[in-house]
């Protein structure tokens, strides 16, 4: 009986030391209960195994999105990365051919997307998700852009998944900002959009070739991608264009293409006038570059907001698929 006492008084004191350690941490756990029907004290003690990672306040304070495209670019666009895409989908090609067709998605654009992403899961990230959710959700650096509370949410959405499929919550691992396995899916994603395409009754973006390709697939799918459809043309630009016409961090498409061509910006390849688009500007190292984006352009920036992370999985998309087709 004493045993146990002191065990729950230890229990007791941690939790309580746990509420200075991260500021929040009892209010998180008393939502979860409230509103998310989780066990209270499981999610306060799950906390309190969680670790402040400088390294990844650190990481947020300078995203390579902060880079002009000129230096963005060779991140992504290497030959090594071409190659590994073709082998990749040399390797994968009766997946990659099977969700492309169950999902109506480009089979290049699913290969580009992991390998940006992930290197072709060579690269899926050495954070415990846990640590990085709950460093990001506690103590947000001050960038001027609060994020606190997305990451709150995808903390929240770590414990749902967990729950509900059997995900070990202080086990997972994955990058800095918490996005797991081959195709890096923040919790919230891996809840809504992945699919278990194998059909062994459970999702697993980690070592699951199927349900990664197919969870990629389904994720463009649902945000709307048209197959066989363009993503982007360099955009011919008149002297007179209308430059507040150009997409700073929206890209839905909202003017047709008829409309842009008397605002001063024209694809350089024909589409019909009807269609609907938007404008990208990129800085190369001679200056700006303008581009007419499409639909699966705004879906690609579903996956990352940054046109620049848009524009790169589409030219090594491109690549990839003239690679595959040699
Ligand atoms: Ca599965």
Known sequence: MKR?????LVSILSTSCLAQQHPGAEEFAAKAAAEYNLDQQEVLLMLENARFKQSIVDAISRPAEGKPWYQYRPIFITE??????VEFWRENEELIALASRKYGVDPQVIVAIIGVETFYGSITGGYRVLDALATLSFYYPDTGNDRSEFFSKELMNLFVLSNEEGIPVDEVTGSYA???????????SYLEYAVDLDEDGRRDLWSSMPDVIGSVANYLHRHGWEPDQPVTFPARVAANANMELVAKRDFKPKKTIAELAQAGFSPSEPVNNETPAAVARLEEEDGDHYFVTFKNFYVITRYNRSPLYAMAVYELSEAIRHGFEQ
């Open 4 to 8: 146990i006492l002191t065990l729950a």
């Open 80 to 85: 090594k990365r071409i190659r590994g895409g």
């Open 178 to 188: 918490g996005a797991m396995g081959l195709g890096q899916f923040m919790p919230s």
